[in-house]
């Protein structure tokens, strides 16, 4: 068992650090890290590329993060160490497309792979997150605050609705890394600085 616990998330960390984002815009002839803000995540690639390109990173980029768990939920069910086998596996997902082997540990802020590892694991905390983010957003137009709130919703919302201690340290990890990753956002945020979301709408 210990080589599950080793060779699974070191598998979906690698399926993680797979930057959709770039590979798509790059198809377009555009390396997505020198446009906008530079992130590879589907919002940046919405702005630069259209909301289409960005559509299809934002399905990949949650692909990696639910496809392999719904493969390890079914592979693993009668499995003692089940729990943990997939809370890692989630955790590397998430990890993968945060610090990406294949662009020098500099990838996006996690979000969308994080919504597929909990949609994967404990739908309705996704569910919970998702009304959260959609909350915020619909609120606001700024992606950002609503990715931070859902990610600090999301851990109250895994202890409430799954019980699971090793899905539960997992949301605690993934949303810190998560807020981590928004750290620049979080200042522009304070200083009334950060751009928001108006495609397919005016300003």
Do not use: W
């Amino acid at each position: 068992m210990n080589f599950y616990l080793i060779l699974l998330p070191l598998c979906t960390y690698i399926l993680g650090s797979i930057p959709f984002g770039l590979i798509f815009a790059k198809a377009q002839g555009v390396d997505i890290r020198n446009q906008g803000s530079g992130n590879i995540g589907a919002t940046n690639v919405a702005r630069i590329m259209g909301k289409k390109i960005g559509l299809l990173t934002l399905f990949f980029d949650l692909s990696k993060g639910l496809l392999p768990l719904i493969f390890a939920r079914f592979y693993f069910e009668s499995v003692p160490e089940r729990d943990l086998i997939i809370a890692l596996m989630g955790f590397a997902a998430i990890l993968g497309h945060c610090y990406p082997v294949f662009l020098k540990f500099k990838g996006g802020k996690g979000v969308a792979t994080a919504a597929g590892v909990f949609l994967g694991i404990c739908p309705v905390a996704a569910g919970v997150g998702f009304a959260m983010f959609m909350l915020i957003f619909q609120v606001y137009r700024i992606v950002s605050a609503a990715s931070i709130t859902a990610s600090i919703t999301i851990p109250v919302a895994v202890f409430l609705s799954c019980p699971s201690r090793d899905f539960f340290y997992m949301s605690l990890l993934s949303s810190v890394i998560i807020i981590y990753k928004h750290k620049d956002n979080i200042t522009r945020l304070l200083k009334g600085e950060e751009k928001k979301l108006n495609l397919g709408r005016k300003p």
